[in-house]
């Protein structure tokens, strides 16, 4: 019985499943196997085993006089569970077939299964649990939990307690810092100026020393911020022994650097603006102002025009309540310049602020209305858009390359009522006069659109704000000679520059109303702030504080100011004292004699004349003797 297995085709495996039934596979595989080689390893199904010690006596030691193997063949004969050192007095026998006795493997079994005893997760034997019943096993289990959970909660307190300790300590350390920054900060506000010899190794170092690192802008930036400080409250926050002058020199120093500004033009804007304000004007003139668009009403409605761009991808909002065709461009998928919509002309690239003198101007419907300076023709179309093609307009400008895009902007948006004219503005009235209104958007410096020409701000100085100013007193009284006084709808001046200087402004203003007969009205702008009455040691007309200024920090618009007369008689004061004013505008004078005059001051005149000659019959006889004898003294 058993099996025989050919060592030389089979692997070796040790007893199979039957090992305990058929005991003679052994004693075969024996007979195939070299001494020493034959490993049997553990049955199937159970689990390996480590390595121990068989503790077998040789076969010849088993049973006296019966046949069995020697010696030499007692080293394979360990049975494959002889996991641990059999206790001594138990030996494996072998039957006189050389057969392992069944009992003594059922009792290596036993003693196997009882030498480990299992122990579970709560540390009890599995002897006893066996013994416990399930009510007293999960009590156990329930005491065990909550002592576990006791301990957790122990250790989670104690947790606690020390995060809270930590915490208090972290916080009274804070306090601590808190308290030295503090009084870090308040020594630290101290301003101090630097001094001479600081400031002057700077200049020396960025002028001769070209590859030298330039002033740090942040450094330059929080003195600035420390010297506005102190000169807003310069009694207690001041340096003793320093004066306010020696704080604005430096901050103006300071300003020019990290502004990029002139010396000259800081100082006008210092006396124009208060510190605060004057910041953000400058950081205001470092951001482009938003793209407007002015819808042109002769061939579409700004309803139309919006939903016609919000389906080409452009995102838009309407200008503001003050404008009706105004819009705001924020993004574009096209270019705003080059849609259909645009070659088609329904609406105009304009500025927010150039729509402003126009609504000013307020032009009524079949009135002659003159445009001095009106390239590139923003303004004269949005005023042929309020007459609806109606009346006449003259589109004058003394740049003949400028008029080419006056002519073809006019043409694309459909304008019919005006008519192009290359002249010089100071000679106008001798050209044509008798207008019902008038806008003069005058050349000026440009300090309010400093965001679209930055060189602005250095390339300007005191004899170009002369220059401009004296241009512009010239403009404005040819201008108000221009119109005329008698108009049963109009007889407005509408006087407006892109400028902020009160050079360019409000002396302009003044000097024309001390020079014709005009006054001020309000401009019917319902934004925007008032004209100065007083700059310095001037004191200009008080009504200019109907006078309208606008500013981009402000407004977000370009800088503009603008000013509405009305002219009540066309007669030229004759009181002039100043001979220099006479030479301002010589040509103004008497050109005004051509204007046509209402005939009820013709009626007037005739009367007074005839009154002078009635009662003086006896200057007649005299001026006819005295004509009399000049040809007898020649």
């Keep these: 019985m058993g099996r025989k297995l050919d060592p030389t085709r089979k692997e070796k495996r040790g007893p199979g499943r039957k090992a305990r039934k058929q005991r003679g596979a052994e004693v075969e595989l024996a007979r195939f196997l070299p001494p020493g080689k034959c490993g049997l390893g553990p049955a199937r199904g159970r689990p390996a085993a480590p390595p121990a010690k068989p503790a077998v006596k040789a076969a010849g030691q088993t049973a006296r006089g019966q046949t069995g193997f020697s ?91 020390a995060a ?41 170092l960025f002028i001769f020393f070209p590859p030298a690192e330039p002033p740090d802008l942040h450094v330059i930036h929080q003195r600035i911020q420390g010297n506005m400080e102190v000169l807003q409250d310069f009694v207690v926050k001041r340096e003793e022994g320093r004066t306010r002058q020696e704080y604005l020199a430096l901050l103006r120093r300071d300003m020019a650097a990290y502004y990029s500004y002139s010396d000259f033009l800081l100082m006008k804007l210092m006396d124009i603006f208060p510190l605060p304000e004057l910041v953000n004007f400058l950081e205001a003139n470092e951001v482009p102002r938003p793209v407007t668009i002015r819808t042109n009403t002769l061939k579409t409605r700004r309803r139309d025009l919006a939903q016609a761009l919000i389906n080409r991808g452009v995102n838009l909002d309407p200008l503001g309540k003050w404008s009706k065709t ?65 009346g006449m307009i003259l589109a004058n400008d003394s740049n003949a390359e400028r008029l080419r895009s006056v002519v073809g902007n006019l043409h694309r948006l459909g304008v019919t009522n005006t008519v192009v004219s290359n002249c010089d503005g100071r000679q106008f009235p001798k050209v044509l006069g008798g207008f019902d209104r008038v806008l003069l958007d005058a050349p000026c410096s440009g300090t309010g659109v400093i965001s679209k020409d930055p060189a602005v701000k250095t390339n300007k100085d005191e004899k170009d704000i002369l220059r401009c100013a004296h241009l512009q007193k010239e403009l404005i009284l040819s201008a108000i000679d221009s119109v005329n006084a008698a108009s049963e709808t109009g007889g407005y001046i509408v006087y407006c520059t892109c400028s902020i200087m009160v050079e360019e402004n409000e002396w302009v203003v003044d000097y024309a109303l001390k020079k014709r007969n005009v006054r001020l009205v309000a401009t019917g702008l319902d934004f925007g702030k008032e004209g100065f009455t007083r700059f310095k040691d001037r004191r200009f007309h008080p009504s200019l504080k109907s006078a309208r200024r606008f500013y981009p920090h402000t407004h977000n618009m370009d800088g503009f100011f603008i000013a509405k007369f009305k002219k009540f008689s066309n007669a030229i004061p004759q009181a002039r004292k ?19 005059q209402p005939k009820k001051k013709k009626l ?31």
Excluded at 82 to 99: C, F, I, R, V, Y
Excluded at 133 to 155: N, T, W
Excluded at 181 to 191: R, Y
């Design 326 to 390: 105004g819009l705001v461009i924020y993004d574009s998928s096209v270019p705003i310049g080059a849609t259909p919509e645009y070659l088609a002309g329904h609406y105009m690239l304009q500025g927010a602020s150039s729509l402003l003198p126009v609504m000013a101007l307020a032009p009524q419907e079949n009135e002659r209305i003159l445009d001095m300076c009106c390239a590139p023709g923003g303004k004269t179309s949005y005023i042929a858009q309020l007459m609806k093609n109606t």
């Design 71 to 161: 010696d030499g063949n007692s080293k394979w004969l360990a049975p494959a569970k002889a996991k641990k050192t059999q206790p001594k007095g138990n030996h494996t026998e072998l039957s006189s077939d050389g057969e392992v006795e069944e009992g003594n493997w059922e009792m290596e079994e036993e003693e196997d299964g009882s030498s480990e005893e299992m122990v579970d997760d709560y540390g009890a034997s599995s002897s006893e649990e066996d013994e416990l019943l399930p009510i007293e096993k999960a009590a156990l289990k329930q005491k065990s939990d909550r002592e576990g959970l006791g301990e957790d909660d122990s250790e989670e307190e104690e947790g606690e307690e």
């Design 604 to 634: 007037d005149g005739s009367k007074a004349d005839k009154e002078q000659k009635l009662p003086q019959p006896a200057l007649k006889k005299k001026h006819s003797l005295k004509a009399q004898r000049r040809p007898l003294k020649a």
């Design 164 to 204: 809270e300790e930590a915490n208090r300590q972290k916080m009274g350390q804070k306090e601590e810092e808190g308290l030295d920054l503090q009084l870090n900060l308040d020594i630290d506000e101290q301003f101090k100026l630097p001094t001479n010899e600081e400031i002057e190794k700077e200049d020396i």
């Design 578 to 596: 100043e001979p220099a004013a006479e030479a301002a505008a010589p040509s103004a004078v008497p050109d005004t004699v051509t204007e046509p």
